[in-house]
T-cell receptor
Framework: TAGITQAPTSQILAAGRSMTLRCTQD?????MYWYRQDLGLGLRLIHY???????GKGEVPDGYSVSRANTDDFPLTLASAVPSQTSVYFC????????????FGQGTRLTVV | GNSVTQMEGPVTLSEEAFLTINCTYT??????LFWYVQYPGEGLQLLLK?????DKGSNKGFEATYRKETTSFHLEKGSVQVSDSAVYFC?????????FGTGTRLLVSP
Protein backbone atom coordinates (compact mmCIF):
# COMPACT_ATOMS: atom_id res chain seq x y z
CA THR A 1 0.00 0.00 0.00
CA ALA A 2 1.45 3.36 -1.04
CA GLY A 3 -0.34 5.32 1.68
CA ILE A 4 0.06 8.99 0.96
CA THR A 5 2.20 10.33 -1.87
CA GLN A 6 3.43 13.85 -2.49
CA ALA A 7 5.03 15.31 -5.60
CA PRO A 8 7.42 16.81 -6.35
CA THR A 9 9.97 15.94 -3.66
CA SER A 10 11.63 19.31 -4.04
CA GLN A 11 11.34 22.38 -6.22
CA ILE A 12 13.03 25.70 -6.76
CA LEU A 13 10.52 28.29 -7.91
CA ALA A 14 10.96 31.86 -9.11
CA ALA A 15 9.02 34.46 -7.17
CA GLY A 16 5.77 35.39 -8.88
CA ARG A 17 5.36 31.99 -10.52
CA SER A 18 2.54 29.61 -9.70
CA MET A 19 2.89 26.03 -8.63
CA THR A 20 0.71 23.11 -7.57
CA LEU A 21 1.88 20.61 -4.98
CA ARG A 22 0.24 17.25 -5.46
CA CYS A 23 -1.02 14.89 -2.78
CA THR A 24 -2.73 11.54 -3.26
CA GLN A 25 -3.85 8.97 -0.71
CA ASP A 26 -5.11 5.43 -1.26
CA UNK A 27 -6.56 4.77 2.20
CA UNK A 28 -10.01 6.25 1.48
CA UNK A 29 -9.60 8.66 4.37
CA UNK A 30 -12.25 11.35 4.60
CA UNK A 31 -9.96 14.08 5.93
CA MET A 32 -6.87 15.58 4.33
CA TYR A 33 -4.57 18.37 5.48
CA TRP A 34 -1.75 20.58 4.28
CA TYR A 35 0.91 21.79 6.71
CA ARG A 36 4.04 23.84 6.34
CA GLN A 37 7.07 23.28 8.52
CA ASP A 38 9.68 25.97 8.94
CA LEU A 39 13.06 25.57 10.64
CA GLY A 40 12.43 21.86 11.10
CA LEU A 41 10.03 22.26 13.98
CA GLY A 42 6.44 23.37 14.32
CA LEU A 43 3.72 22.41 11.88
CA ARG A 44 1.26 25.07 10.79
CA LEU A 45 -2.01 24.09 9.19
CA ILE A 46 -2.65 25.78 5.84
CA HIS A 47 -5.90 24.20 4.65
CA TYR A 48 -7.89 21.10 5.39
CA UNK A 49 -10.78 19.10 4.00
CA UNK A 50 -13.11 16.89 6.02
CA UNK A 51 -14.75 15.35 2.96
CA UNK A 52 -14.68 15.51 -0.82
CA UNK A 53 -16.20 18.75 -2.07
CA UNK A 54 -15.47 20.75 1.08
CA UNK A 55 -12.40 22.64 2.26
CA GLY A 56 -11.53 24.88 5.18
CA LYS A 57 -8.88 27.40 6.15
CA GLY A 58 -6.22 26.64 8.70
CA GLU A 59 -4.06 29.10 10.59
CA VAL A 60 -1.92 30.29 7.63
CA PRO A 61 -4.11 30.11 4.48
CA ASP A 62 -3.09 33.35 2.75
CA GLY A 63 -1.40 32.84 -0.60
CA TYR A 64 -2.58 29.23 -0.88
CA SER A 65 -5.64 27.53 -2.32
CA VAL A 66 -6.84 23.93 -2.32
CA SER A 67 -9.51 21.80 -3.94
CA ARG A 68 -10.96 18.41 -3.10
CA ALA A 69 -12.67 17.11 -6.21
CA ASN A 70 -12.53 13.51 -5.01
CA THR A 71 -11.56 11.49 -1.94
CA ASP A 72 -8.02 10.68 -3.00
CA ASP A 73 -6.52 13.96 -4.21
CA PHE A 74 -5.88 17.22 -2.39
CA PRO A 75 -3.65 19.58 -4.44
CA LEU A 76 -2.22 22.78 -2.93
CA THR A 77 -1.72 25.75 -5.26
CA LEU A 78 0.48 28.78 -4.80
CA ALA A 79 -0.90 31.36 -7.23
CA SER A 80 2.04 33.77 -7.07
CA ALA A 81 4.91 32.50 -4.96
CA VAL A 82 6.83 34.74 -2.56
CA PRO A 83 10.11 33.98 -0.73
CA SER A 84 8.30 33.66 2.61
CA GLN A 85 6.62 30.57 1.22
CA THR A 86 9.96 28.78 1.24
CA SER A 87 9.27 25.82 3.49
CA VAL A 88 8.73 22.10 3.67
CA TYR A 89 5.13 21.17 2.91
CA PHE A 90 3.49 18.06 4.30
CA CYS A 91 0.23 16.52 3.26
CA UNK A 92 -1.62 14.25 5.67
CA UNK A 93 -4.82 12.24 5.78
CA UNK A 94 -6.91 10.63 8.47
CA UNK A 95 -10.20 8.91 9.18
CA UNK A 96 -11.34 11.79 11.32
CA UNK A 97 -14.76 10.25 11.90
CA UNK A 98 -13.05 7.63 14.09
CA UNK A 99 -10.50 9.93 15.76
CA UNK A 100 -7.68 7.81 14.38
CA UNK A 101 -4.12 8.85 13.63
CA UNK A 102 -3.06 10.94 10.65
CA UNK A 103 -0.70 9.57 8.00
CA PHE A 104 1.88 11.88 6.48
CA GLY A 105 3.55 12.12 3.13
CA GLN A 106 7.31 12.51 2.84
CA GLY A 107 7.07 16.23 2.18
CA THR A 108 7.87 18.70 -0.59
CA ARG A 109 10.79 21.03 -0.02
CA LEU A 110 10.00 24.30 -1.79
CA THR A 111 12.45 27.14 -2.25
CA VAL A 112 11.14 30.43 -3.67
CA VAL A 113 13.89 32.66 -5.04
CA GLY B 1 -10.78 24.84 21.52
CA ASN B 2 -8.48 21.87 21.65
CA SER B 3 -4.79 22.48 22.24
CA VAL B 4 -1.55 20.64 22.99
CA THR B 5 1.41 21.98 24.95
CA GLN B 6 4.74 20.18 24.98
CA MET B 7 8.06 21.06 26.49
CA GLU B 8 10.46 23.14 24.49
CA GLY B 9 13.73 21.70 23.39
CA PRO B 10 16.24 20.84 22.52
CA VAL B 11 16.53 18.01 24.99
CA THR B 12 20.15 16.84 25.09
CA LEU B 13 20.97 13.47 26.64
CA SER B 14 23.76 10.96 26.71
CA GLU B 15 23.18 7.48 25.38
CA GLU B 16 21.38 5.18 27.86
CA ALA B 17 19.89 8.11 29.79
CA PHE B 18 16.23 8.23 30.78
CA LEU B 19 13.96 10.37 28.64
CA THR B 20 10.81 12.28 29.51
CA ILE B 21 9.12 14.72 27.15
CA ASN B 22 6.13 16.37 28.75
CA CYS B 23 2.83 16.86 26.95
CA THR B 24 -0.40 18.29 28.32
CA TYR B 25 -3.61 18.91 26.49
CA THR B 26 -6.87 20.81 26.62
CA UNK B 27 -9.87 19.22 24.96
CA UNK B 28 -13.57 18.69 25.29
CA UNK B 29 -14.90 15.19 25.25
CA UNK B 30 -12.61 12.20 24.90
CA UNK B 31 -9.83 12.79 22.40
CA UNK B 32 -7.36 10.24 21.11
CA LEU B 33 -3.71 11.07 21.87
CA PHE B 34 -0.61 10.42 19.78
CA TRP B 35 3.13 10.80 19.68
CA TYR B 36 4.76 11.23 16.30
CA VAL B 37 8.47 11.14 15.48
CA GLN B 38 10.22 12.94 12.65
CA TYR B 39 13.73 11.85 11.68
CA PRO B 40 15.91 14.30 9.73
CA GLY B 41 14.70 14.82 6.19
CA GLU B 42 11.62 12.68 6.62
CA GLY B 43 7.90 13.05 7.24
CA LEU B 44 6.13 12.40 10.52
CA GLN B 45 5.61 8.80 11.58
CA LEU B 46 3.24 7.58 14.25
CA LEU B 47 5.24 6.40 17.27
CA LEU B 48 2.44 5.40 19.64
CA LYS B 49 -1.15 6.18 20.51
CA UNK B 50 -3.81 5.88 23.20
CA UNK B 51 -7.51 6.19 22.60
CA UNK B 52 -8.98 6.32 26.10
CA UNK B 53 -8.11 7.23 29.66
CA UNK B 54 -5.49 5.02 31.38
CA ASP B 55 -4.45 3.43 28.08
CA LYS B 56 -0.69 3.03 27.68
CA GLY B 57 0.74 3.29 24.20
CA SER B 58 4.14 1.73 23.58
CA ASN B 59 6.52 1.17 20.70
CA LYS B 60 10.30 0.82 20.21
CA GLY B 61 10.89 1.15 23.97
CA PHE B 62 8.89 4.38 24.19
CA GLU B 63 5.71 4.59 26.20
CA ALA B 64 3.08 7.13 27.23
CA THR B 65 0.01 6.86 29.43
CA TYR B 66 -3.25 8.75 28.80
CA ARG B 67 -3.89 10.54 32.12
CA LYS B 68 -7.26 12.21 32.07
CA GLU B 69 -6.99 13.48 35.65
CA THR B 70 -3.86 15.48 34.81
CA THR B 71 -4.67 15.92 31.07
CA SER B 72 -1.21 14.62 30.22
CA PHE B 73 0.45 12.19 27.83
CA HIS B 74 4.14 12.31 28.69
CA LEU B 75 6.57 10.37 26.51
CA GLU B 76 9.18 8.21 28.30
CA LYS B 77 11.99 5.86 27.40
CA GLY B 78 14.21 4.10 29.87
CA SER B 79 17.42 4.13 27.84
CA VAL B 80 17.80 6.33 24.76
CA GLN B 81 20.04 5.58 21.81
CA VAL B 82 21.80 7.87 19.37
CA SER B 83 19.33 6.68 16.74
CA ASP B 84 16.48 8.20 18.78
CA SER B 85 17.69 11.69 17.87
CA ALA B 86 14.70 13.26 16.15
CA VAL B 87 11.84 15.71 16.65
CA TYR B 88 8.88 14.41 18.66
CA PHE B 89 5.35 15.77 18.31
CA CYS B 90 2.46 15.27 20.68
CA UNK B 91 -0.98 15.41 19.04
CA UNK B 92 -4.65 14.86 19.70
CA UNK B 93 -7.75 14.19 17.66
CA UNK B 94 -11.18 15.12 18.95
CA UNK B 95 -14.43 16.07 17.18
CA UNK B 96 -12.64 15.73 13.84
CA UNK B 97 -10.02 18.29 14.85
CA UNK B 98 -6.36 17.30 14.59
CA UNK B 99 -4.04 19.41 16.78
CA PHE B 100 -0.25 19.17 17.11
CA GLY B 101 2.16 20.45 19.70
CA THR B 102 5.12 22.53 18.59
CA GLY B 103 7.59 19.65 18.62
CA THR B 104 10.57 18.81 20.84
CA ARG B 105 13.97 18.12 19.36
CA LEU B 106 15.90 15.30 21.07
CA LEU B 107 19.67 15.07 20.66
CA VAL B 108 21.39 11.95 21.98
CA SER B 109 25.17 11.86 22.12
CA PRO B 110 27.33 8.71 22.35
Amino acid sequence: TAGITQAPTSQILAAGRSMTLRCTQDMRHNAMYWYRQDLGLGLRLIHYSNTAGTTGKGEVPDGYSVSRANTDDFPLTLASAVPSQTSVYFCASSDSNRNTEAFFGQGTRLTVV
Amino acid sequence: GNSVTQMEGPVTLSEEAFLTINCTYTATGYPSLFWYVQYPGEGLQLLLKATKADDKGSNKGFEATYRKETTSFHLEKGSVQVSDSAVYFCALVGFQKLVFGTGTRLLVSP
